[in-house]
């Protein structure tokens, strides 16, 4: 290869290089809009706010119709004012009320389907056999169904128990989930099968091998399993809206899409305060989520 057609390539590389970076940099700020347009709305003064947009929604015999208006987006408030979440957090307990629902509803989750999945997991990673190898196959194929396939059933079985219109209809088959057991599973199959018998040669038990041995290797995979299960519990809709009709008990995420029928203003502060527990997580964490998932992405089940 010549000198110039060397340095053609490289220099038709670099291009490449330059389009895809502005290409994702368009990408990100266009995802980040809606996100950006949120926070900054929700300092806005109620008076601004309805300058911008105007009546959303309106009541029109009895059912919520909307009302096509010119809406001018606008990012910066003339005047910073914080009396939307002052009415948010002081004024109007409702949506403190959702909020805790929501976090009595994902925090049980999170917590006991990560110990589960942990126990699940090692014994898929640590056992042979045919019938491990179909049950674990039966974990992919429910893995795969979308929620609405198993909420009759769930419905059906929560009836059955007395547990409709209770949380546990909720906390406890989010408890069961096959999700974290999957991605776990493929976690620990990646750890090289010396390091267990090595470990058995110096006289450790199964417990201490996945004390010791197991969990410290698959840490950053168990922080992405606690963040995407907790991102995933958060914004549940369909569960609440079949399992709960007590509507008290609805978390923050089915209470939003009714907010805008009111206040605009508080909308844009309710919605704030619902995506900072992902945000902050994620911000946390953004590292141990890549790499767990990473670590869990390439491996030969």
């Known amino acids: 290869m010549t000198k110039r057609k060397l340095t053609l390539r490289r220099a ?6 330059f389009l895809l970076t502005v290409f994702a940099a368009v990408a990100a700020i266009i995802f980040l809009l809606p996100t950006v347009l949120t926070i900054c709305n929700s300092f806005m003064s109620q008076t601004e706010i309805n300058a911008n947009y105007g009546v959303v929604f309106s009541a029109v015999n009895d059912s919520k119709v909307y009302i096509s208006e010119k809406v001018n987006l606008k990012f910066i408030p003339d005047i910073v004012s914080f009396s939307q979440y002052i009415s948010v957090l002081f004024k109007t307990p409702d949506y403190l009320l959702k909020f805790w629902n929501s976090m009595l ?16 997991s090692y014994g898929f990673a640590r056992l042979t056999g045919r019938l491990k190898e179909i049950v674990f196959f039966l974990y992919i194929i429910l893995n795969l169904m979308p929620y609405q396939v198993t909420l009759v059933p769930n419905y059906l079985v929560a009836e059955k128990l007395g547990l409709l219109d209770t949380r546990w209809a909720i906390i406890l088959p989010g408890i069961f989930s096959p999700f974290a057991v999957f991605l776990l599973t493929k976690a620990m199959k990646r750890i090289p099968k010396t390091y267990y018998e090595a470990a058995m040669l110096d006289g450790a038990g199964e417990l201490q091998i996945f004390r010791e041995i197991c969990f410290p290797m698959v840490r950053s995979a168990v922080f992405s399993v606690l963040m995407l299960v907790f991102i995933d519990c958060w914004n549940m809709v369909e569960q609440p809206l079949i ?11 089915v209470f939003l899409s009714k907010i805008n029928s009111g206040d605009t203003g508080l909308a844009f502060a309710v919605a704030v305060i619902y995506m900072m ?3 902050l997580m994620f911000l946390y964490g953004e590292e ?10 390439g491996i030969k089940g």
């Open 243 to 253: 399992l709960l009709s007590d509507e008290t008990l609805h978390p923050l995420s």
């Open 288 to 297: 141990y989520l890549v790499e767990g998932i990473t670590y869990s992405g």
């Open 105 to 120: 509803l994902t925090v049980p989750i999170v917590i006991f389907q990560t110990v589960v999945a942990l126990f699940a």
């Open 277 to 279: 527990p992902s945000l």
């Open 12 to 17: 038709m590389g670099k291009v490449q290089i």
